[in-house]
């Protein structure tokens, strides 16, 4: 049986110490307590992390308070911009290092974990470069005034990540608030939460100051819900299920804050009779295995107009029986899911599937270790709208392949789930193209090709189930600043 765990150095950036990250210090946690962290691949205990409580919390808010008032406060946005950049240097200077520790953590195979690695220097480097570019303006008004509006930082910004894409999430999220001068407390999700320490450990290695960067370790329950409801929090973003999404925008309206929500989808990718289809298939497939399917934009609905619906089913076919599942080291097409029980939840929707025409399914390596959390993409054919499978969010390597006549019955399956992140059409008919990118309820639109979530530059984020408010490009800015009015009468 394989070890999964020998390339984990816990002394790299203090990962290893269960510890929180306040004050550009390393400190225990109050209560002393500790979570298990598991390697997904082998089921083995990595390390403990912190199990930061509502008292952790309480002094990490404290530090961002006080950094605003101190030296990160009075940095000027070309500082911070710079500070930034160094940040991205190091980041990538540190690429291996970051990459295994994901994989190790999150259970992704290698390249893909280097992929965000790569993503997460470029937020540093985009947010550092746009840190000096938001700006307010002057607003003609009644003789004898000056106006102008001054764009200003919340004050303190809380951001609550799920595991999926740690470092990812961390630069789209802390990224945009630090550039806005914002200072943060970053809770990062109980199963996978390393990247976020040895971020913090970087950040300061490159000089932020004490307070714009606090790190605290734990469960949701605790240390997420005592973050949520924290009076000195100005706003919060939150990746993560509809469930608890639903929890935080209640929690944040007990201090009337603003929510940043994004909580994932069943985001469809519509294949037209005239669409070139050996361009489309790598999209089609990879979008819906990318991160073991774990992925808040993955595509989990292909609508395929029935000219081409046979001839898309087979190559899709094809492509999932070579599939192959092993440990994240081993970076092969998938890894583990994240954990036991995420694979209970993705193999009680492969069971309530039994009805279905299963296409293909991908192949799990014959020595994965017994305590991996392990299940083979699965690829369901002729799936009708309305089946539980092609409505709620597996968060697994699982694909439906439905059938449609024509537009109009493509745009009305492909707006009937409760949610909306991404979609895409895949034709070359051009006018086709406009309408369905303006009928398609989706906070992201893909023209021949699928972006899953797309690059650092693209706004991002959803309508209904999925979420509110925009995260990445520079839209991301205006949700980690607010806007202030300033009316002179001079006369
Ligand atoms: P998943 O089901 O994919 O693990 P969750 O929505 O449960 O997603 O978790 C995403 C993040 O939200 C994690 O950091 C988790 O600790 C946190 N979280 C979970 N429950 C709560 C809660 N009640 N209040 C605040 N944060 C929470």
Wanted: glycine share 12%; hydrophobic share 40%; proline share 5%.
């Amino acid at each position: 049986m394989k070890k999964s765990n020998s390339n984990f150095d816990p002394n790299w950036c203090s990962v290893g110490r269960a510890q929180c990250f306040i004050g550009n210090e390393w400190v225990a946690p109050i209560s002393g307590a500790t979570i298990e962290l598991k390697n997904p691949s082998s089921g083995e205990v990595i390390c403990n992390i912190a199990r930061g409580g509502a008292d952790d919390i309480d002094r990490a808010v404290d530090s961002a308070n006080a950094a605003l008032a101190r030296e990160w406060g009075r940095l000027t946005a070309p500082e911070r911009g710079r500070m930034m950049f160094r940040l991205g240097q190091l980041v990538l200077e540190n690429t291996e290092q970051l990459a295994r520790l994901e994989a190790i953590d999150v259970g992704k195979p290698l390249t893909q974990a280097r992929a965000d690695v790569l993503a997460l220097a470029r937020y540093m480097e985009f947010y550092g470069g746009a840190a000096d570019k938001m700006h307010g303006t002057t607003i003609p008004y009644l003789d004898g005034y000056t106006v102008y509006t001054l764009r200003e930082p919340h004050g303190v910004t809380g951001h609550i990540i799920p595991w999926n894409y740690p470092m990812q999430i961390i630069g789209r999220s802390v990224g945009a608030a630090l550039a806005m001068g914002n200072a943060t407390v970053l809770k990062p999700a109980e199963e996978a939460c390393l990247t976020a320490l040895a971020f913090a450990d970087l950040a300061k290695q490159v000089g932020f100051p004490a307070g714009a960067l606090n790190v605290v370790p734990g469960l949701g329950a605790e240390a997420g819900a005592a973050l949520s409801v924290h009076p000195s929090v100005r706003h919060i973003s939150f990746t993560g299920s509809v469930g608890v999404g639903k929890l935080i925008q209640s929690a944040a309206a007990q201090n009337v804050v603003p929510v940043t929500l994004e909580l994932g989808g069943k985001s469809p990718q519509l294949v037209f009779d005239d669409a070139d289809i050996a361009a489309a298939l790598p999209f089609l497939v990879d979008a819906g295995i990318q991160n073991a399917g774990q992925t808040c934009s993955a595509s989990s609905r292909i609508l395929v107009q029935r000219g081409v619906y046979d001839e898309v089913l087979e190559k899709m076919a094809q492509r999932y029986s070579q599939l192959r599942v092993a440990p994240a080291m081993d970076d092969l097409d998938l890894g583990p899911l994240i954990s036991a029980r995420q694979k209970e939840i993705v193999e009680s929707y492969l069971a309530k599937g039994a009805d279905l025409e299963t296409a293909a399914q991908g192949k799990i390596e014959d020595d994965v270790p017994i305590g991996g959390s392990y299940v083979k993409p699965t690829l369901f054919a002729s799936v009708s709208p309305g089946h539980v499978l092609a409505q709620e969010e597996i968060f697994g390597p699982v694909q439906v392949v439905i059938p449609f006549s024509d537009e109009d019955e493509a745009l009305a399956i492909a707006n009937g789930t409760k949610y909306g992140l991404v979609a895409s059409v895949w034709s070359a008919n051009g006018a086709r193209q406009m309408r369905l990118a303006k009928k398609l309820q989706s906070g992201q639109i893909f023209v021949n090709n699928y972006g899953a979530g797309g690059g650092v530059e693209l706004p991002f984020g959803g309508t209904g189930l999925s979420g509110h408010g925009r995260e990445k490009g520079f839209e991301a800015l205006y949700g980690f600043s607010t806007l202030k009015t300033v009316a002179t009468l001079h006369g």
